[in-house]
């Protein structure tokens, strides 16, 4: 992970693992499951069978992972960019940040006025190719100029240390049914159940 196209490669071969997985007809996801998954038949909370529920449920976000880790890999990098842009002169930082901005907000216009007002079952199709894009934009914005950056939240810091942990077991610690329903540990109790599986969930990802 310390060198420079050794990461890269690392990203690239995951990259590719990925779009083998969810984005072809290859089988690979069935064939890496079926000890663990029935394709059929139906079942409570998996009507197509726990194979397709899995697969449908990890596909809905399965580029997201991956894009937050090659901005983990460039932070350095991105950091480095806009401290140079900070340091020329005013009206170049501005044309440069705002140039950026521009293409983002672009985007996030794009995203807010096509995907974001399909149907539940068209925005489930194409979310994990665009889902990015608010956070993108978020991430930009959230850190463009260096009084931004001088404040954070604490809360915010300390989920931002296990992110990627909540993300890859959310499935596992919090739901139940084969994703469909809410894990039940105090029955009867909603809000309570709520707030020891929270607690849990998050203690199993630090």
Do not use: C
């Given at each position: 992970n310390y060198s420079k196209y050794g990461l890269r490669f690392?990203?690239?071969?995951?990259?590719f693992i990925?779009?083998?997985?969810?984005?072809?007809?290859?089988?690979?996801?069935?064939?890496?499951?079926?000890?663990?998954?029935?394709?059929?038949?139906?079942?409570?909370?998996?009507p197509?069978?726990?194979?397709?529920?899995?697969?449908?449920?990890s596909?809905?976000?399965?580029?997201m992972t991956f894009i937050g880790m090659i901005f983990g890999a460039n932070h350095a990098?991105?950091?480095l960019f806009l401290r140079t842009l900070e340091k020329l002169s005013l009206h170049v930082e501005i044309l440069a940040k705002a140039t950026i901005g521009g293409a983002l907000v672009v985007a996030l216009y794009i995203w807010s006025t096509g995907p974001l007002q399909y149907d539940r079952f068209e925005f489930n199709d194409?979310?994990?190719?665009?889902?990015?894009?608010?956070?993108?934009?978020?991430?930009y914005f959230r850190n463009v100029v260096p009084v931004l950056r001088e404040y954070s939240v604490g809360a915010f810091s300390k989920i931002g240390q296990m992110a990627l942990e909540m993300y890859l077991i959310h499935?596992?610690?919090?739901?139940?049914?084969?994703?469909?329903?809410?894990?039940i540990l105090i029955p009867g109790y909603p809000?309570?159940?709520?707030?020891l599986v929270v607690i849990l969930y998050l203690l199993i990802s630090h």
């Open positions: 690392k990203l690239m071969t995951v990259g990925i779009y083998t997985v969810w984005d072809t007809n290859f089988g690979v996801f069935q064939l890496l499951h079926f000890p663990f998954l029935a394709r059929g038949p139906s079942i409570e909370g998996a197509l069978g726990p194979m397709w529920e899995w697969y449908f449920r596909g809905l976000h399965h580029w990098i991105m950091s194409i979310n994990g190719y665009f889902g990015f894009i608010p956070v993108l934009a978020y991430i499935h596992h610690a919090l739901l139940s049914s084969n994703g469909r329903t809410l894990l809000k309570l159940n709520l707030m």
